[in-house]
């Protein structure tokens, strides 16, 4: 009956025991034999992140689908049951065994660079999910849409595997929730933000964990300099904490384009300008996009842009990290495939092709168990290998609705087309 619990060539790596000790940290370990072992439901939670488009008897049936004896199937209530009494703490402990960078994370200037951010998800809408995380209004006299929760992360730039996580209500804010996430923060940290979190007392809590910070804020604020640079920066301070002040205007030409000029204000704890020029930390603030791409690899690849399927928020919580698990997993592999190849980068790796090809080891239950000869790759990680993304290049749209809700076309004159660009960066004197 426990070979039925696997996720396919992932299970490398999700262990067996890695499963076996988060359900019996949790004390979630089944008391009697049973049909659905708490081993094999934490599996068919995993394995229902890949095939998020059914529910979970049709991911059982892939699960048990290359399986010589795939045995009786359970009912959607015996199913149901199992994810119950299994709970949350079992998925809550399995992601804290996998949180954290993976090999060949993004370095900068010895530092590990990271970003913070947040999103929200689509909850079904039943009426305790609506207790829990309410509905959003439409008008004086009407509510619009599905539940929805906030998630803010921690992402590792370069490989994006999640580092820390908070969830909950959207009635509170990123802000209300970014505080929790400065236990993952130590000395060698580089954590990238946008103007959301650009509070003077978010700014203090994070710097006080030793790690450093390089956050964009309104260019509004008034910072006076208490000395001032050559390269145009300058120090500043916010409570106790001082800080350096770079601005610069971002300009883009596009070829056949029109010229647009974008100005920042960034404020960072790296206060010395000669070993920290404020050119590269204005370049290097760009990789804050990273995190965005994490989430629309998890909203968009993974759910496709689907609500989430628990009724319950103890459901939506447990199918949260759930969810976070599968994401992370895929992200690990991706990773090692990358480091066995020395011209292979993180960013032209497939998420898609990595998903679709951990779906079809879910089906064949194959790579389940390392082989006697060691593959580091395997076949999620030779199937990236093969499939690069093409190079990125400099590309830009302005930030519009590319697919408009309605059908009719947009009144006014829209831009809708990406251009070739060439940036340059101009430090402002402070």
């Given at each position: 009956m426990f070979a039925r619990g696997h996720l396919g060539e992932?299970?490398?790596?999700?262990?067996?025991?890695?499963?076996?000790?988060?359900?019996?940290?949790?004390?979630?370990?089944?008391?009697?034999?049973?049909?659905?072992?708490?081993?094999?439901?934490?599996?068919?939670?995993?394995?229902?992140?890949?095939?998020?488009?059914?529910?979970?008897?049709?991911?059982?049936?892939?699960?048990?689908?290359?399986?010589?004896?795939?045995?009786?199937?359970?009912?959607?209530?015996?199913?149901?049951?199992?994810?119950?009494?299994?709970?949350?703490?079992?998925?809550?402990?399995?992601?804290?065994?996998?949180?954290?960078?993976?090999?060949?994370?993004?370095?900068?200037?010895?530092?590990?660079?990271?970003?913070?951010?947040?999103?929200?998800?689509?909850?079904?809408?039943?009426?305790?999910?609506?207790?829990?995380?309410?509905?959003?209004?439409?008008?004086?006299?009407?509510?619009?849409?599905?539940?929805?929760?906030?998630?803010?992360?921690?992402?590792?730039?370069?490989?994006?595997?999640?580092?820390?996580?908070?969830?909950?209500?959207?009635?509170?804010?990123?802000?209300?929730?970014?505080?929790?996430?400065?236990?993952?923060?130590?000395?060698?940290?580089?954590?990238?933000?946008?103007?959301?979190?650009?509070?003077?007392?978010?700014?203090?809590?994070?710097a006080a964990t030793g790690a450093d910070l390089l956050f964009r804020c309104r260019n509004n604020r008034g910072f006076p300099p208490i000395e001032r640079f050559p390269d145009g920066s300058w120090l500043t301070r916010i409570g106790g904490t001082v800080v350096r002040i770079i601005a610069a205007d971002i300009v883009v030409t596009c070829h056949g384009g029109p010229r647009r000029v974008q100005r920042y204000r960034l404020i960072t704890t790296l206060t010395d300008q000669k070993r920290y020029p404020a050119q590269e930390l204005v370049a290097l603030y760009h990789s804050r996009w990273e995190i965005e791409t994490a989430y629309l690899e998890l909203k968009s690849t993974i759910l496709g842009g689907r609500v989430l399927r628990a009724r319950t928020p103890a459901g939506v919580t447990q199918e949260v990290y759930a969810l976070l698990v599968t994401y992370q997993a895929l992200r690990i592999a991706i990773a090692d495939a990358v480091l066995t190849a020395p011209d292979a980068r993180p960013d032209r790796a497939g998420f898609t092709i990595a998903l679709h090809t951990a779906r079809d080891q879910v089906i064949r239950a194959a790579g389940i168990l390392a082989a006697t000869t060691i593959d580091l790759v395997g076949a999620i990680g030779r199937a990236v290998l093969a499939h690069p993304l093409p190079a990125r290049r400099d590309r830009t749209s302005p930030r519009i609705v590319k697919r408009a809700i309605s059908k009719h076309r947009a009144k006014g004159d829209i831009d809708r087309n990406s251009y070739k660009t060439q940036i340059s960066i101009h430090i402002l004197p402070g």
């Open positions: 992932l299970t490398q790596v999700v262990p067996f025991e890695m499963v076996d000790a988060a359900v019996g940290s949790a004390r979630a370990v089944q008391s009697r034999v049973r049909e659905l072992p708490s081993r094999v439901v934490v599996y068919l939670l995993l394995a229902a992140g890949l095939f998020a488009e059914v529910g979970y008897r049709q991911v059982w049936a892939r699960m048990v689908a290359g399986l010589p004896d795939a045995g009786t199937s359970p009912s959607s209530s015996a199913l149901a049951q199992a994810r119950r009494r299994v709970g949350i703490a079992p998925l809550r402990e399995l992601f804290g065994l996998l949180a954290g960078p993976a090999a060949g994370a993004a370095r900068w200037r010895g530092l590990s660079v990271c970003a913070i951010d947040g999103t929200s998800l689509f909850v079904p809408d039943s009426a305790a999910n609506r207790a829990a995380y309410g509905l959003h209004s439409g008008g004086a006299h009407a509510v619009a849409g599905y539940p929805m929760l906030r998630l803010v992360a921690v992402v590792a730039c370069g490989t994006r595997t999640v580092i820390d996580v908070v969830f909950g209500s959207m009635a509170a804010s990123e802000i209300t929730y970014a505080p929790a996430l400065s236990r993952c923060l130590r000395t060698g940290t580089l954590l990238l933000a946008d103007r959301g979190f650009d509070a003077n007392t978010l700014i203090e809590r994070f």
